[in-house]
């Protein structure tokens, strides 16, 4: 009897383990996961970069950076909105599927950003530093690419200096 007392103790114990290890959050160098359907990297003082973004390293100007991937409609539409910390990352890379005239604006973005536009080779066709605009504010101000751009490299203002930088369209994925 004694025997089959212990056998359940032990898958008690065993049992309320798991189910306490399945409930708590995991720890994070970004903070605690987001309770959505979407996992997300959410972080006491505001939001990280979502998970959902891929991770990539491009090389532009010869310098290596670590960026997340806005690849989708959805993704491009996304953005940076609501980020505060950029987490793991050096920034986002939008990718299009043709080269044309583009032009990002700061709505609900918390962070000011330098952007700079690349062409389908890699070459920059324009750069801004772009500064948050109020989420009430219906005039947010347009920063368009100067030419053609496939491609747009968000970094936090200040960051790096690669306006005259060109992309390694072969680093892309």
Known sequence: MSRRLALVVVASLVTASCATASNSTPSSSVGPASE????S???ADGVAVDALFARSTIVVGGV???VAIA???DKRAQGLMFVTDMGDVDGMLFVFDDARDRSFWMRNTRLPLDIVYFDAAGFPVG???MTPCPDTDPDCPGYPSSGRAMFALETV???YTLAEAALDVSSVP
């Not at 959505?36 to 996992?39: G, K, L, M």
């Open 36 to 39: 959505s359907a979407a996992p």
């Open 41 to 43: 990297t959410a972080v």
């Open 64 to 66: 290596s950076l670590y």
């Open 71 to 73: 690849d989708t409609k």
């Open 127 to 129: 750069d801004y530093l």
């Open 157 to 159: 203002a200040g960051t």
